[in-house]
């Protein structure tokens, strides 16, 4: 188990960020409106999941982990549309479908078939293992559909070319997509190579400190970097595929316009 | 339906090729077309002429169903436009903007795209008939490997006309496919449109009096109006409405 941090070592730790604050005001910086908002922000949101977690690890329902789970997923669809500043109907339901769609199909494998846990709904597991997924489909969904709203208006006059030459929307939009693609998933990739070398992931690290033994953590790693490519992969395509019918009409014409 | 009304109803079908009935257009704040009624013959070769803003380039995007009609109906073959297949329809219909749009890569990249296309895909056409229309065009065979970025735009509007023609089009829509052009490369598209007329439908808007002497009819637009169809081409009325549209333009 880990080293108890009592109040004072805590009190230590947050004067780590007074520091910050007599930094930024020396140099008259400007964040420490920010950067207080946040810190509080930080503590009260992680103290509330820290409660929320004690709490649902100790009844253990299997409702309460899916109810959990569900409760992620709409978070998270809720930041991706206060990110993006797109008008597309129903973009709040693609982007439900899309990152529930991916995320719990790979959350089902991790646990089911990877981890083997026993009983599946273990909270401890799934919360989260859940929220790592579902925080990189997330991230993959936003990208892939700012990405390619972009490439749709930019590349408006090449796909109404195609378009009257006879192409159906999906060539007419190829380039689009996989440039989205692409994009989304680019991120994910560029930090599965720095693995190890660049940075030590965060679960890891976690594990480790935790008295995990190193190989066996990093097993773990292995596989949840594995599960979060894949979830994001899987959710971006779905999302490209729901936008994609949805940005053409039915007589192949390009709907969205700024 | 008696055996007569029957056979007049496919004759029907085979004059005419596309209809437009009573069609509206809708813009983002005004009318683009109000009530306008026209019935394209197969075969022929028609030009819309009118001042800029008159409607011409929407009226081409009706017929290939890159816009839909705010009220009113466009037939193809007799039948509502919308109950075919899109990419069907448009690769039958081509339709040939005023801007030439090219994809990035090579003129012969660019010739060969659409017929990747599935709609278009038992159309037949090679590379071989590739060089055939780019050479018909005045496009040089050390043309074909060149990257689409180094062309004049005299060129790009050529080699976007020799695109339209791979998908092998029965009815060709141009939008002033002659705007951008030299007298030299001109009298290249002026002699292939002549051909063109004789083989396919086309629909040209253009203001260049040597595709008004090749038209069958001519309709003036004006102001998202009909104004009128001359059957039998008049130069001197053609000239004379253009000066009187330009002049209210002017005014």
């Known amino acids: 188990m880990a080293e108890n941090i009592g109040l004072a070592q805590m009190a230590i730790a947050y004067s780590l960020i007074l520091l910050v604050f007599v930094l930024a005001t020396a140099n008259r910086l400007k964040i420490n409106r920010d950067l207080a908002i946040a810190a509080l922000r930080m503590t009260l949101q992680l103290v509330a999941a820290g409660i929320l977690l004690r709490y649902v690890f100790r009844i253990n329902y299997w409702y309460t982990s899916l109810l959990l789970l569900f409760a992620m997923l709409f978070f998270a669809v809720h930041v991706v549309i206060g990110r993006l500043d797109l008008k597309i109907p129903r973009l709040t339901t693609i982007l439900f479908v899309s990152m529930a769609g991916g995320s719990l199909v790979v959350i089902a494998v991790f646990i089911f078939l990877v981890v083997g846990r026993q009983p599946w709904y273990d909270a401890q597991y799934v919360i989260p293992i859940g929220g790592m997924i579902i925080g990189n489909s997330m991230t993959a969904c936003a990208l892939a559909s700012e990405r390619f709203t972009n490439e749709m208006m930019t590349r408006r006059q090449l796909i109404e070319t195609s378009l009257a030459l006879g192409a159906n929307f999906k060539e007419a939009s190829v380039d689009a997509f996989r440039g989205a693609y692409r994009a989304a998933l680019l991120p994910t990739i560029a930090s599965m190579t720095g693995m190890g070398i660049v940075h030590l992931p965060g679960m890891m690290t976690g594990q480790i400190l935790s008295g995990v033994e190193p190989l066996l953590a990093v097993k773990y790693q292995i596989a949840i970097i594995l599960a979060i490519i894949g979830a994001a992969a899987l959710s971006c395509l779905l999302n490209l595929y729901l936008l994609r019918n949805t940005l053409f009409d039915r007589c192949h014409q390009v709907m969205y316009s700024s | ?251």
């Open chain 2, 1 to 251: 339906m008696s055996n007569m009304e029957q056979h007049s109803v496919v004759h029907d079908h085979e004059s005419s090729v596309l209809e437009l009935r009573d069609v509206c257009l809708d813009g983002i704040d005004k009318r683009v077309l109000s009530s306008v009624s026209l019935r394209i013959d197969a075969q022929k070769m028609f030009l819309i002429a009118g001042p800029s803003g008159a409607g011409k380039t929407s009226l081409l995007r009706l017929l290939n169903l890159l816009t839909l009609p705010t009220s009113g109906e466009v037939l193809y073959r007799g039948v509502d436009a919308c109950t075919y297949d899109p990419p069907v329809l448009r690769s039958e219909v081509v339709m040939l903007t005023q801007e030439p749009v090219m994809f990035p890569g090579t003129v012969m990249e660019n010739l060969m795209i659409p017929v990747t296309y599935a709609s278009n895909r038992d159309k037949r056409t090679d590379t071989s008939d590739a060089e055939r229309f780019l050479a018909e065009l005045g496009l040089g065979r050390e043309l074909m490997k060149q990257d689409v970025s180094r062309l004049s735009g005299g060129e790009k509007q050529r080699v976007a006309l020799a695109r339209a023609l791979m998908v092998r089009p029965k009815v060709l829509l141009a939008d002033e496919p002659t705007s951008a052009l030299d007298p030299v490369s001109e009298d290249k598209v002026i002699s292939m449109f002549s051909r063109l007329s004789d083989e396919i439908t086309v629909v040209v808007a253009s203001h260049s009096l040597r595709l008004l002497r090749m038209a069958d009819r001519v309709i003036l637009l004006s102001n998202g109006e009909l104004v009128e169809t001359l059957d039998t081409i008049d130069e001197i009325r053609f000239r004379e409405f253009l000066h009187i549209e330009e002049k209210k333009k002017d005014g």
